[in-house]
């Protein structure tokens, strides 16, 4: 068995590879930002989410769409604090 701290990430090249929904820790992974910067996008308002109990989930497709809408804006939707430490 294989220790997840050696294991190599996966890396997305295409949406198409993503499922048709994903989850925060998997919005992170491909936005490349912290999980808990995913957490505070999640709740911006206009952010294509779906709350579903306690679980939140983004569409594939309206994230692409929310995505390719909001390049070269100018906001950092107030997520500067928690991705502007994050060690590489």
Do not use: C
């Amino acid at each position: 068995m294989e220790n997840n701290t050696t294991q190599e990430k996966k890396r997305i090249y295409s949406f198409d590879e993503l499922p048709i929904v994903i989850n925060v820790p998997e919005l992170a992974a491909v936005l490349g930002i912290s999980k808990t910067a995913a957490y505070a996008l999640s709740h911006i308002k206009g952010f294509p989410v779906i709350h579903l109990g306690k679980r939140i989930v983004i569409p594939r497709d309206r994230l692409k769409e929310w995505l390719e809408n909001h390049v070269g804006s100018d906001s950092d939707w107030g997520l500067n604090p928690y991705y502007s430490n994050q060690a590489e």
